[in-house]
T-cell receptor, first 115, second 116 residues
Framework: AQKVTQAQTEISVVEKEDVTLDCVYETRDTTYYLFWYKQPPSGELVFLIRRNSFDEQNEISGRYSWNFQKSTSSFNFTITASQVVDSAVYFCALLWNSGNTPLVFGKGTRLSVIA | DTEVTQTPKHLVMGMTNKKSLKCEQHMGHRAMYWYKQKAKKPPELMFVYSYEKLSINESVPSRFSPECPNSSLLNLHLHALQPEDSALYLC???????????????FGPGTRLTVT
């Protein structure tokens, strides 16, 4: 079965704190793709990152960083020095390589950054 | 340019109305998607078009009818909807749906639909 678990339903932090959003996935495929999306209150899903299963390099983009660990089937997302504009719902998602398959989303983590 | 546009932004319709949602992308993507998202839930896939042909229909009721007139446009025709169909409808697109590499989907801002 293909599944994404985001155990944290809601997180609240004070501005400038660091925060990590957890994502654990399940798949039988050896080739798969992981994504993070941000959904601010306006509603649009904003693509943040794609990671291929054969590329375990971690990535940093400004205040954002991602830690991909195949050994624990996790793809965690850290925001450093959080800002109020980071307040949103964050979705982790999985896509596997067998044919034309749908994107499987986790239930999302609502992040509130308080000034 | 990674933009997907959707119109209208908001739509209120009665249960006997017929309306259409429109989606457009000019990124040369060959896969386009419709998702439905209820409050505090993740998006749920409804339809996938691959090279302008319907490739996935996730058991969506026939009161929702998708159409892909060309590679840049995607419509969702609505007829005889129920109040429980009220939701945010998101369109997305991605490149090379049949290829070996799976690419990210780019989403539009959505249409917030209310059925009265």
């Amino acid at each position: 079965a293909q599944k994404v678990t985001q155990a944290q339903t809601e997180i609240s932090v004070v501005e400038k704190e660091d925060v990590t959003l957890d994502c654990v996935y399940e798949t039988r495929d050896t080739t798969y793709y992981l994504f993070w999306y941000k959904q601010p209150p306006s509603g649009e899903l904003v693509f943040l990152i794609r990671r291929n299963s054969f590329d375990e390099q971690n990535e940093i983009s400004g205040r954002y960083s991602w830690n991909f660990q195949k050994s624990t089937s996790s793809f965690n997302f850290t925001i450093t020095a959080s800002q109020v504009v980071d307040s949103a719902v964050y979705f982790c998602a999985l896509l596997w390589n067998s044919g034309n398959t749908p994107l499987v989303f986790g239930k999302g983590t609502r992040l509130s950054v308080i000034a | 340019d990674t933009e997907v546009t959707q119109t209208p932004k908001h739509l209120v319709m009665g249960m006997t109305n017929k309306k259409s949602l429109k989606c457009e992308q000019h990124m040369g993507h060959r896969a386009m998607y419709w998702y439905k998202q209820k409050a505090k839930k993740p998006p749920e896939l409804m339809f996938v078009y691959s090279y302008e042909k319907l490739s996935i229909n996730e058991s969506v009721p026939s009161r929702f009818s998708p159409e892909c007139p060309n590679s840049s446009l995607l419509n969702l025709h609505l007829h005889a909807l129920q109040p429980e169909d009220s939701a945010l409808y998101l369109c997305a697109s991605s490149q090379d749906p049949g290829g070996h590499t799976k690419y990210e989907q780019y989403f539009g801002p959505g249409t917030r639909l209310t059925v009265t």
